[in-house]
């Protein structure tokens, strides 16, 4: 069974940081593509950053403020993120797949996490 776990999520103020890890545990010997996603309330799940075959990917609402990075453990991620908007509050989800076909789409992830808060509010 695979699973998905993430952690890192709070409240901060506008212009501060988080940081979220994520670790996927599942089949042993599996390789794992992950992926950040974030919702809010309402709306459509949204891309957030992944590694696409080597090269990190981010939303353009994003981009240039968040920074995906690989864990020292197989399949763990961080995100970190600067310069936190308002408009950033979101629940934000951690997902995994084999071998997703679009890295952008949430339909192309499997497996997924049960989500973190992160609140920018002043």
């Known amino acids: 069974q695979v699973q998905v776990v993430e952690s890192g999520g709070g409240l901060v103020r506008p212009g501060d940081s988080l940081r979220l890890s994520c670790a996927v545990s599942?089949?042993?010997?599996?390789?794992?593509?992950m992926a950040w996603f974030r919702q809010i309330s309402g709306k459509e799940r949204e891309f957030v950053a992944a590694f696409n075959w080597g090269v990190d990917r981010y939303g353009p609402s994003v981009k240039g403020r968040f920074t995906i990075s690989r864990g020292d453990a197989i399949n763990t991620v961080q995100l970190q993120m600067n310069s936190l908007r308002p408009e950033d509050t979101a629940v934000y989800y951690c997902a995994g797949d084999e071998r997703p076909y679009e890295y952008y789409s949430h339909n192309s992830y499997e497996y997924w996490g049960q989500g973190t808060q992160g609140t920018v509010s002043s």
């Open positions: 599942g089949r042993t010997g599996s390789r794992y593509f």
